[in-house]
């Protein structure tokens, strides 16, 4: 994401947002067709699916660790105790159990284990579910907190920490991919050629698993 030097730039929060609910809800979907037999399932597109969703834990799981470690003690030193995180906790601890419930359906399914698309559906429901409502409660509460109150370079450094234990290229492709035209002009401009090189070295590995994760 650019390096903003005049205040918070919150596009690289917005898209890894993005990202988990589509996701959520593109998984949902397949698995449903595929408990359903709506579509078949090769050893090659279960592994390929179970990949993709553990990525997918160690993303979300990552993301929400950063909130908790570095982005809300650095709200509460600057907001002077008069922001309420405790909602916002109280979501991250349910997502722990729930994707580590995810974690083990996935591999089960990759076993082409009886009932585990079933399992992975109800599972990844409940997940899209939760990161609905929380991200919606985040973005409406803590985006106008950030904006108003954290510099720049406080910012930077809580994406500079998110970036530290991500999986980048995971990460880089499916956030990108939602980007509006106006947003990927923004991003790119502030990445560079580097930015440039890593999406469309990282872009092919992940074209080739949509692929297998499509059917296709």
Sequence with gaps: MPTNTTGPDLLGMRLAHR?????????????ADIAAGRA????ARAAAVTEYLLLL??????????????L????????????????????????????????????????STPGSATELTTGLGHLHAL????IGDEEATIFPVVTAQLSAEQWNRVEAAARRGATMSFELPRMFAMCTPEEWERAGAGGGLMLKLMLRWFGRAHRRRERLINGV
């Design 19 to 31: 990202a988990m609910l589509a996701d959520t809800a593109r998984l949902t979907s397949l698995t």
């Design 40 to 43: 078949a399932c090769s050893p």
């Design 57 to 70: 834990c160690d993303s979300i799981h990552h993301h929400h660790d950063i909130e908790d470690t570095v």
């Design 72 to 111: 809300w003690p650095l709200l509460r030193d600057t907001a002077d105790g008069t922001i309420d995180l405790r909602e916002l906790e109280d979501d991250h601890a349910q997502l722990d159990p729930l994707l580590d419930r995810l974690r083990a359906t996935a591999r089960a399914f990759a076993r």
């Design 131 to 134: 990161l609905t409502e929380h």
